[in-house]
């Protein structure tokens, strides 16, 4: 007796991992609840007033410009606000000139797409906090209830996998029954093993489209999650990152308009791997005359006294009221990266601006650079070894001359010199 219908089930299976497959990358690409928080909620509060580095974003679709001006914003505010757009400007204007991360080409108009519809949504609803905790995504701890819809989609393939046995139970004790009533001798049931090597030699076609589909599109999940390492898990290392500090330093100020050189305060620069951030003994050694600062006043000098525990009316030290800045890293290497401030600054004679930016004109420092390992191998490939005047390379450079006499148009370039191995930077 055959049964037509005995390949519906593993085919019913099949489809639904499938369906299951597209629809769990469909829903991570889409969960705007955890773009945001994974991008915006470090500088905005999604569904409060309370401003953050950014403005809250409550009433955000009452605020700005209809039509499809939020996603252009979001993805590169910048250039919308060189474009001239008046509402633009303005709030880059009323939030001190501070510019948001670019995201173009870290997320994509669909990941937008799905910000814009979590931010559209009612605000989400918090269970009963057990410590003192906000009701805002991008405030400090938001309790998440729910149940993730990855384990939800596993458990339907966990529920579809029992029908399917037994299903296939039921369907061989059927036939082994309907054959015992012809008269006809009961074959041995065949294995799941067997079943799935028959089902799978009679549809080739379909199992080799499926295994395409399923390589490309798992090479592009892992491509994806390379691609947004120090993305989404570690906002620090955008370019353009620029957090407030605790004491509203200006590097314009000190370092453009007062020409105060940046290895005063960086004094370690030169001498070590760490630029070092200034101890506020090296702030005090100016403002211990100088109490009052063009802009803000006393405030913020007063910020650095409280830290020295220093006493501005009577000039004494206290150290017992001392408290410490906590200053916030702006420039974030990988902690498998070696990376000689020492070696660039003195031997290569590089310039602070090659990898920091100009930073004599920024009031807040951000990260101008990439500092991703194509942006280092580049400027390697491009930048000439500084040799004259330089005892460090005079061995060397006397070597090259000879090795390459006779030659026109030689660059000894750091890549020449071993600049691109592997082990100068990963050991």
């Avoid at 997320?107 to 009701?135: N, W, Y």
Wanted: proline content about 4%; glycine content about 8%; hydrophobic content about 35%.
């Amino acid at each position: 007796m055959k049964n037509h219908n005995s390949r519906i089930p593993l085919k019913a299976l099949v489809t639904a991992i499938f369906t299951v497959f597209f629809f769990i990358s469909n829903v991570k690409a889409q969960d705007g609840a955890k773009l945001f928080k994974q991008n915006c909620a470090v500088c905005h509060v999604s569904h409060g007033d309370q401003k953050l580095t950014g403005p809250g974003l409550a009433g955000i679709f009452d605020r700005a410009p209809k039509g499809d001006w939020l996603n252009r914003w979001i993805l590169n505010n910048q250039k919308v606000i060189k474009s001239g757009d008046a509402y633009a400007n303005k709030i880059y204007n009323e939030n001190g000139k501070a510019q948001m991360n670019v995201f173009e080409g870290q997320l994509s108009e669909k990941d937008v797409d799905a910000i814009i519809g979590f931010l559209r949504a009612p605000a989400p609803v918090v269970g009963t906090p057990k410590g003192p905790q906000t009701d805002t995504v991008g405030a400090t701890a938001v309790q998440e209830d729910g149940i993730d819809p990855l384990y939800l989609l596993l458990g339907v393939i966990v529920i579809l996998a029992i029908l399917f046995v037994a299903l296939r139970s039921v369907r061989m004790s059927l036939q082994n029954a309907a054959g015992r009533a012809e008269g006809k001798e009961t074959e041995s049931d065949p294995t799941f093993l067997e079943e799935i090597k028959k089902w799978v030699s009679a549809h080739r076609r379909v199992v080799g489209v499926a295994s395409i589909i399923i390589i490309f599109v798992g090479m592009k999940g892992c491509w994806d999650a390379a691609w947004n390492i120090g993305v989404y898990y570690d906002y620090k290392t955008q370019k353009g990152y620029h957090p407030d500090q605790p004491i509203k330093f200006s590097h314009k100020l000190h370092a453009g308009d007062n020409e105060i050189a940046c290895q005063y305060c960086h004094s370690s620069v030169e001498k070590s791997r760490h630029a070092g951030i200034p101890s506020v003994n090296v702030c005090m050694n100016c403002h211990k005359g100088i109490q009052s600062g063009p802009q803000y006043g006393t405030k913020e000098i007063g910020k650095i006294y409280e830290a020295a525990g220093f006493n501005p009316k009577d000039g004494t030290y206290d150290n017992s009221k001392q408290n410490p800045l906590k200053w916030i890293k702006v420039h974030n290497l990988p902690d498998h990266v070696y990376f000689n401030h020492s070696q660039h600054v003195v031997v290569g004679k590089v310039e602070c601006a090659t990898c920091h930016g100009d930073v004599k004109k920024m009031t807040t420092v951000e990260q101008k650079a990439q500092l991703t390992m194509k942006w280092c191998i580049e400027c390697h490939r491009k930048t000439e070894v500084v040799m004259a005047g330089n005892p460090y390379y005079d061995r060397l450079h006397k070597a090259l001359k000879e090795k390459y006499a006779g030659q026109l148009d030689v660059k000894l370039t750091v890549e020449k010199i071993g600049g691109l191995e592997c082990a100068k930077c990963h050991y």
